[in-house]
């Protein structure tokens, strides 16, 4: 499956983005889908992750609460909603894909990865 992270961008603090992934090649409902980031100089991390049809969802304890993961089957698209953006939060964001219908919260379960989308928060 190939993927298409976009809708990064430059944002002050307490702002909103939403980040979007297309998928192509295969049959999306199959994949189990992930969001990573990767700020400068720190290791990729994890952000959330949906299962196969959206009942369930993950995310990591700095983003709970802010963050929200959604997907549309019908689309091949993944969304993550950023919401009250933090400088940290600053990073490289990547969509991941695992088939398998299940998600994981670790890079090593994924299998296909986007190129990745920039979110520049401003103080």
């Known amino acids: 499956v190939q993927l298409q992270a976009f809708g990064g961008g430059l944002v002050q603090a307490g702002g909103s983005l939403r980040l979007s992934c297309a998928a192509s090649?295969?049959?999306?409902?199959?994949?189990?889908m992930g969001w990573f980031r990767q700020a400068p100089g720190k290791e990729r991390e994890f952000v959330s992750a949906?299962?196969?049809?959206?009942?369930?969802?993950h995310y990591a304890a700095s983003v709970k609460g802010r963050f929200a993961i959604s997907r549309d089957n019908a689309k091949n698209t993944v969304y993550l909603q950023m919401n009250s953006l933090k400088p940290e939060d600053t990073a490289v964001y990547y969509c991941?894909?695992?088939?398998?219908?299940?998600?994981?919260?670790?890079?090593?379960?994924?299998?296909?990865w986007g190129h990745g989308t920039l979110v520049t928060v401003s103080s």
């Open positions: 949906v299962n196969w049809n959206g009942g369930s969802t």
């Open positions: 090649g295969r049959t999306f409902s199959n994949y189990g």
């Open positions: 991941a894909a695992v088939a398998g219908r299940n998600y994981y919260i670790t890079t090593r379960g994924y299998d296909y």
